[in-house]
């Protein structure tokens, strides 16, 4: 008799940025909250049997509205002060995906990809085109402001400070980093994959990194993995990350746990710092980051506990609506 499909949500709120030393109690305290708030978005979907697709969307939007994180309100600023946001979204059960680039307007960016999955015959928009798309079909919208933050500003106006005086690159991650995501395994069997991002502090306009990429940032196939990274996108782009991982346990059988942990293992070494979060078809979790830390947390249908953590050590746990 086949033992019935324990639902899992896994989430992640970006690598790599995470200094424990400007880190103080209250500001732990505050990410860990956030990622409950996340969890618990997406946990409700899955607790009264609904889609994984609808509960890492959840998730992910719950995460747009923190400011604390690098996606929707909170996203990071262009080298010319604008915000310029990525997203996609994959279903595992037939690859459905759909992927937005360079939008500001769209209160969710991940509805915005959301709806070019389900409302167009294409994969993925970006730039004018992907914002009057997101106008056509009455997307919420707000003004741009409302997506910046004091310390999004703060960090742009000491990046560009740095480059105008010709200073070396500190080696701080946090400019290369930033991202949110979500997977799930649902009732039905169904993985899904949601990742949103405001991108790179003082990227170049235009830039689009790996969180819209699908095989690269983002990914779900019910024969192996739905899977959301963060971290330098170029990297996880030109090694297509996702489907790396895909891959090594498509055609070499590796498990979840070692091919997400000996491809981030690889990447490190060659300038690709960050994490993914991932999830299989039977309920098994990755969350291999390569830096000194990522945002995660994790909760599984029935056993009622928010799983959440910051740098190397153990989960925090807190009782699911506690």
């Not at 939007?61 to 690098?70: G, T």
């Not at 992907?130 to 919208?141: D, K, M, T």
């Not at 940032?217 to 959301?228: E, R, V």
Request: net charge negative.
């Amino acid at each position: 008799m086949t033992s019935p499909i324990s639902p899992v949500l896994a989430i992640h709120g970006g690598a790599g940025t995470i200094p424990r030393s400007t880190l103080t109690p209250e500001k732990t305290d505050a990410y860990h909250a956030g990622l409950r708030r996340a969890l618990a978005a997406g946990h409700a979907v899955l607790a009264r049997g609904g889609s994984a697709v609808d509960a890492v969307t959840e998730a992910v939007m719950a995460l747009e509205e923190d400011p604390l994180f690098n996606a929707g309100r909170g996203a990071v600023f262009t080298t010319d002060g604008r915000h310029e946001m990525d997203a996609a979204l994959m279903e595992g059960r037939d690859r459905r995906a759909g992927a937005i680039a360079g939008i500001c307007g769209p209160r969710h960016p991940i509805l915005a990809a959301r709806a070019v999955m389900e409302q167009t015959d294409h994969v993925f928009l970006a730039g004018e085109g992907a914002q009057r798309f997101c106008r056509e079909i009455g997307l919420e919208h707000v003004d741009p402001a409302w997506f910046g933050t004091e310390a999004r500003r703060a960090a742009l106006d000491a990046e560009m400070a740095r480059r105008r005086a010709g200073a070396a690159d500190d080696g701080d991650d946090s400019r290369k980093h930033g991202t949110v995501g979500a997977v799930a395994l649902d009732t039905a069997g169904n993985l899904a994959a949601a990742t949103s991002t405001g991108g790179m502090t003082a990227k170049r306009p235009g830039r689009v990194g790996d969180a819209p990429v699908i095989g690269a940032g983002t990914w779900a196939d019910n024969a192996t993995c739905a899977l959301s990274g963060t971290g330098h996108g170029e990297y996880f782009i030109r090694y297509a990350v996702g489907h790396e991982i895909d891959a090594r346990m498509r055609w070499a059988g590796q498990t979840l746990d070692q091919a997400a942990g000996a491809v981030m293992a690889e990447l490190g070494p060659l300038g690709g710092s960050g994490g993914v979060i991932a999830v299989d078809g039977r309920g098994n979790v990755a969350l291999p980051f390569n830096c000194s830390g990522m945002y995660r947390g994790l909760v599984r249908v029935g056993e009622g506990r928010f799983l959440t953590a910051i740098h190397d050590e153990a989960f925090r746990s807190v009782a699911a609506g506690g």
